[in-house]
């Protein structure tokens, strides 16, 4: 694809997804600039190939597809950093926002404010760090100013290593806390399986590798049968079997209860952050 991509912002998610970009090979390391604070933060984006600076405004001249992957509250001082080192405050960016909770409307307001002259379009995206191992997800809205063409091209950067789908921006506060967060609460969850597993006498290290790929599996298993998991969880309870009382440890232990929780209270604390 020609044109360079930049990221303001390094950091884990920026990071996963860049990798998820070089290791497809959807686009040049080469034609990849990132930008932060501090430049030995950024190594790992030289040693593969992306040009990195200080400089948030070398990355906003040199690119037309901009990342921005700084944490919610650095919006402001990202985008004035910019205004203050750009040679080219007149030039035409497609920004994709990654920030947790904030909305297009609030991106194009902090735009406006620091970048008046600029002609920017906004895409919205909520991404995972499992992309970086090309099992992501990403979900993302683009602003009336967008194109198809450029949401092509976003589908095509993100979908190397994501199912990448296009939804309302109403949605993308839960479905968002869902994905973004989620990946922890699986980490919990097999670390938990594999303790559980450990406490019957398993070694560690094959009992983490057996939970996880199970869990991986469980979620292929989800998605390539096009079962609803609770029809899958019944075919795998035998009456009077071991599964099912293992389901009724589980049940006790209220595990959709704090599931349903866990999503909501990650909901209303990315709507926090967003303010
Ligand atoms: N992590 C996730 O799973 C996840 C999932 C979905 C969305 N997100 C969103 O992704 C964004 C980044 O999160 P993260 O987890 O990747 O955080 P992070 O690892 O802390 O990365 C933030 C990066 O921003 C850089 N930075 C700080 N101030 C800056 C400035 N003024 N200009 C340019 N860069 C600056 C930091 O550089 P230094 O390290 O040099 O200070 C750091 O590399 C957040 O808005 C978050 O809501 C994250």
Redesign the pocket.
């Known amino acids: 694809m020609n044109f360079n991509l930049g990221f303001?912002?390094?950091?884990?998610?920026?990071?996963?997804i860049f990798n998820g970009i070089i290791k497809s090979n959807v686009h040049p390391p080469s034609k990849i600039w990132v930008?932060?604070?501090?430049i030995e933060?950024l190594k790992y984006w030289t040693e593969n190939g992306a040009t990195a600076t200080i400089e948030?405004g070398v990355v906003f001249d040199n690119c037309e597809i901009i990342f921005l992957?700084?944490?919610?509250d650095?919006l402001d001082?990202?985008l004035k950093?910019i205004n203050k080192t750009t040679k080219n405050l007149t030039k035409k960016v497609l920004f994709v926002s990654?920030?947790?909770?904030k909305s297009i409307d609030t991106i194009q307001k902090a735009i406006t404010c620091y970048l008046s002259c600029a002609s920017i379009s906004v895409v919205r995206i909520?991404?995972?760090?499992p992309m970086a191992v090309g099992a992501g997800i990403c979900i993302y809205t683009p602003d009336s100013t967008v194109s198809d063409t450029e949401c092509h091209i976003i589908e095509t950067l993100l979908g190397s290593s994501a199912l990448c789908e296009k939804v309302p921006e109403n949605l993308m506060g839960s479905l968002?806390a869902l994905?973004?967060c989620g990946?922890a609460f699986m980490y919990l969850v097999i670390e938990a399986l594999a303790d559980g597993a450990v406490k019957q006498g398993a070694p560690r290290a094959l009992a983490l590798r057996h939970a996880a790929q199970m869990v991986a599996g469980s979620g292929q298993m989800v998605l390539k049968s096009g079962k609803h998991p609770g029809l899958l969880k019944d075919e795998v309870c035998s009456p009077g079997g071991s599964t099912i009382c293992g389901i009724s440890a589980l049940e006790n232990g209220s595990l959709r209860a704090t599931m349903i929780n866990a999503v909501e209270a990650a909901t209303h604390r990315t709507k926090e952050?967003g303010k």
């Not at 303001?8 to 996963?16: D, E």
């Open positions: 303001i912002g390094g950091g884990n998610m920026s990071t996963a930008s932060g604070p501090h933060h948030n992957g700084v944490k919610p650095k001082t990202a950093t990654m920030l947790a909770g909520m991404p995972n760090t968002g994905i973004g990946p952050l």
